[in-house]
C-alpha cells in the first residue's frame, strides 16, 4: 500500500501474555519509528530505526520490550508478560531520512488492551 | 533535553471561529518545530513545519503557524474553522542530532455547529 501499514489494528490479551504488533512502513523509508499513545499522555517515543539498526532504543520502558526490523522494511515490537500499564496505541512511522529535516508518515497505530 | 508543552487539553470553538491552539517549547539550540493532526481512528498528519526563515510558516487545511524564540512559543492559528477541524493537535519539537520527535500531550479541538 502507500501508507505505513499497521496490524492488528486492535488486540485484546490477558496479563502476563505476550503479543506482537507489526509494521509495514512506505517502500523506501530507511527510517522507522515506534510511539506509543496513552490517554492523557501524548506520544511517548519508543525506539528509532535506521535500515536495520536501533541507534536509539532509549524510550523502551523496560526489558519486556523489545524490537527488531528486517530487510530495512518491517519492523515487529514485542511485549512479553504484558502487564496492564502497557495498554496504549502503539503508533509506528517511517521517514525518508534519520534526520528530522524530513515528515514522519504515521501508521493509524494498533490498540492493545491488557485485562 | 527537548520538551514541549500544549497548556491547553480541550478547546471548543464554533464553526467559522478563529482558532489559536498554544505550544511552547524547550530547546537548547534553534529547534525544528511540528504541528500534526489527529482524526478520529486515523493515524497523525503533518499540519506544516518550521526548520528556519520566514517565523511565519503556511500548511495544509488554511493552518499556520508563528515561531517566536523570545517567547519560545510556536502557535497554531486559522482564520475559520471549520466543522470537519475537530480533531487533536500535536505539537512536536526535533532534536536534530537524536533523530526523533518530541510530542506535547496534545489539544482536543471540538467545533460547534
Redesign the interface.
Known amino acids: 500500500g502507500a501508507g505505513v501499514s499497521q496490524s492488528p489494528s486492535n488486540k485484546v490479551t490477558e496479563k502476563g501474555k505476550d503479543v506482537e504488533l507489526r509494521c509495514d512502513p512506505i517502500s523506501g523509508h530507511t527510517a522507522l519509528y515506534w510511539y506509543r499513545q496513552s490517554l492523557g499522555q501524548g506520544l511517548e517515543f519508543l525506539i528509532y530505526f535506521q535500515g536495520n539498526s536501533a541507534p536509539d532504543k532509549s524510550g523502551l520502558p523496560s526489558d519486556r520490550f523489545s524490537a527488531e526490523r528486517t530487510g530495512g522494511s518491517v519492523s515487529t515490537l514485542t511485549i512479553q508478560r504484558t502487564q496492564q500499564e502497557d495498554s496504549a496505541v502503539y503508533l509506528c512511522a517511517s521517514s525518508l531520512r534519520t534526520r528530522n529535516t524530513g515528515e514522519l508518515f504515521f501508521g493509524e497505530g494498533s490498540r492493545l488492551t491488557v485485562l | 533535553a527537548q520538551s514541549v508543552t500544549q497548556p491547553d487539553?480541550h478547546i471548543t470553538v464554533s464553526e467559522g471561529a478563529s482558532l489559536e491552539l498554544r505550544c511552547n517549547y524547550s530547546y537548547g539550540a534553534t529547534p525544528?518545530l511540528f504541528w500534526?493532526v489527529q482524526s478520529p481512528?486515523?493515524?497523525?498528519?503533518?499540519l506544516l513545519?518550521y526548520?528556519s526563515g520566514d517565523t511565519l510558516v503556511q500548511g495544509i487545511k488554511g493552518f499556520e503557524a508563528e515561531f517566536k524564540r523570545s517567547q519560545s512559543s510556536f502557535n497554531l492559528r486559522k482564520p475559520s474553522v471549520h466543522w470537519s477541524d475537530a480533531a487533536e493537535y500535536?505539537c512536536?519539537v526535533?532534536?536534530?542530532t537524536?533523530?526523533?520527535?518530541?510530542?506535547?500531550?496534545?489539544t482536543r479541538l471540538q467545533v460547534t455547529l
Open positions: 487539553i525544528y500534526y481512528g486515523q493515524g497523525l498528519q503533518l513545519k526548520f500535536f512536536a526535533a532534536d536534530v537524536a533523530s526523533k520527535l518530541t510530542f506535547g500531550t496534545g
